[in-house]
């Protein structure tokens, strides 16, 4: 089974790596993705413990040190691809990772700032003949679905995905499920974190799910995501 792990672990980690390492270590991914990854000390703390557990194979932008970007790392060899002209901005905000048999996209967008990374994305999945697993934190989802009212941006990009071939792992797995990824102080949920496949994977996708304890447990604001393939 090929399991991988997203989460959004809250601005670089800071004093919590210790604890965000070990839940993670705990559920033997075969991939972690990162966002809010930070290219600081506590970076480079992250990436050497993931070393020390045969996390080989390692992606990572070359952002500012406080500027949250993305981590994937794997234990399976890989192909790491950077783009830094797919945003004027926010080119960090995105990494991929290239196997034999599929593409994986690590992301964490911008929340509620304008960017040009959906129309980039729509581009390389369109002219790629290899499927792909796009997983992070988006930060947006579909209104009055994935939160209780309209404020996401970029819904209409995630129903675009659809219209090209890829598919919303969780909702392929628990249909119309409310289930939210990310709280604000005032109670409101928000499912900011998602996994889109592409349809032709959807024959191995054995589950697709969320870890909330890891946010009940004030590990990190967001809830991590797991997708399995059989």
């Known amino acids: 089974m090929l399991k991988i792990i997203s989460w959004n672990i809250r601005q670089g980690g800071g004093s919590r790596i210790r604890k965000i390492m070990e839940m993670l270590l705990h559920e033997k991914p075969s991939v972690i993705v990162l966002s809010e990854y930070r290219n600081n000390h506590s970076g480079l703390h992250i990436r ?15 952002a500012r040190p406080n500027d949250n970007s993305v981590l994937i790392a794997s234990k399976f060899a890989c192909n790491g691809l950077l783009y830094p002209d797919a945003d004027e901005v926010y080119a960090d905000a995105i990494a991929e990772a290239e196997f034999p048999a599929f593409r994986l996209w690590g992301m964490y967008l911008p929340h509620k700032k304008k960017h040009r990374l959906f129309q980039f994305l729509f581009k390389e999945l369109q002219s790629d003949d290899k499927p792909a697993i796009l997983t992070g934190d988006l930060n947006t989802g579909l209104n009055f679905i994935d939160q209780k009212g309209n404020s996401f941006w970029y819904s209409e990009h995630l129903k675009k995905l659809e219209t090209i071939g890829y598919v919303d792992a969780f909702r ?52 991590a995501m797991v997708v399995e393939l059989a």
């Open 48 to 62: 050497q413990a993931l070393l020390k557990h045969n996390y080989r194979f390692q992606i990572c932008t070359a």
């Open 172 to 223: 392929a797995i628990h249909g119309d499920k409310k289930e939210f990824s990310w709280f604000s102080h005032q109670g409101n949920g928000f499912r900011y974190d998602h996994s889109y496949i592409h349809e032709s994977m959807l024959p191995i996708l054995k589950d697709c799910y969320y870890i909330h304890a890891w946010r009940q447990n004030g590990i990190s604001d967001h809830s």
